[in-house]
């Protein structure tokens, strides 16, 4: 009874999860196939999912009338930059508060998911005055500080998830070997920490990467902006897109995430089982 009553749940799961990743792909194909379309295709009253007549003149387009380039070099000075730094402060800091147990780091936690609920407008004005005594206005130095400060909360609670699933009675054993505290964090913790850290670096880069409303706010000079902002560039004064460029340079800036996922999905898939045959 319980085979036969598991096997249709499966299928639904399956069914479920089908239809989610369809939701998902749904938007990137379309942008996908609207890069590829040349403009008579565009303003077709029966649109297709595949181009009759595939062009390119879209991405030079794209090329030609924004800087993607240089906008993409700043958004990934500034993503790698602030995953860096977030995942540097965010491993000690959550080591402690997941090995000391108490009120305090209780309620650090608490305040760390509890911050994640404010909204970005809710900070920008006080952010700004900050940010303008400092000089860092235009500056993708500040614009760094600001997606660390705003990403670090998450990172943090992230790893506090991963230090606790290590066991401490590895550190006790290690310790009994004769192994000091940095020799048992280095060699015992860390190597099994790496699938966590990289995961927890890759969603700060992505959110960093990703981001609009901080860029906008706090980058002017054209030169500085980020490829986010860049994107607004191609609507008209009316709110009219130019929609081919516009999808060409949206779907060059979704490769680097989705390269990036890929590459580091396996290394964390083989963390994982270094950390398990290490165990």
């Not at 399956?14 to 938007?27: G, I, N, S, T, W």
């Not at 181009?51 to 790698?80: C, H, I, K, Y």
């Not at 660390?148 to 066991?167: D, E, I, N, Q, T």
């Not at 706090?218 to 709110?239: D, M, N, R, W, Y």
Request: net charge positive.
């Amino acid at each position: 009874m319980s085979l036969r009553t598991s096997r249709p749940a499966r299928a639904g799961q399956y069914l479920a999860l089908l239809c989610y990743l369809v939701f998902l792909a749904f938007p990137f194909l379309w942008l996908i196939s609207t890069a590829f379309k040349p403009a008579p295709e565009l303003g077709s009253l029966h649109p297709t999912w595949i181009p009759d007549s595939p062009t390119l003149e879209n991405f030079r387009q794209a090329f030609d009338e924004q800087p993607l380039l240089r906008a993409a070099g700043n958004s990934l000075t500034v993503a790698l930059s602030a995953a860096l730094i977030a995942v540097v402060i965010a491993t000690p800091m959550a080591y402690v508060m997941a090995r000391q147990r108490g009120r305090l780091a209780t309620a650090a936690t608490g305040w760390v998911v509890v911050s994640q609920a404010f909204p970005f407008v809710l900070v920008i004005i006080p952010l700004f005055l900050v940010l303008k005594n400092l000089h860092l206005i235009n500056s993708l130095f500040g614009l760094i500080m600001v997606y660390v400060v705003w990403s670090l909360p998450f990172a943090l609670w992230m790893l506090v998830g991963y230090v606790r699933a290590v066991p401490a009675e590895l550190e006790e054993a290690a310790a009994v070997d004769g192994a000091g505290r940095l020799r048992t964090l280095v060699s015992v913790t860390a190597p099994l920490l790496a699938p966590g850290i990289v995961a927890t670096a890759m969603f700060a880069f992505i959110t960093a990467w990703n981001e609009f409303f901080f860029a906008l706010v706090l980058l002017k000079s054209p030169e500085k902006q980020t490829l986010p902002v860049i994107l607004t560039h191609f609507l008209g004064a009316e709110g009219v897109a130019d929609l081919g460029p516009l999808a060409a340079a949206a779907f060059l800036a979704t490769i680097p995430s989705l390269a990036i996922f890929a590459i580091i999905q396996r290394r964390i898939t083989g963390g994982m089982l270094a950390g398990a045959v290490k165990t």
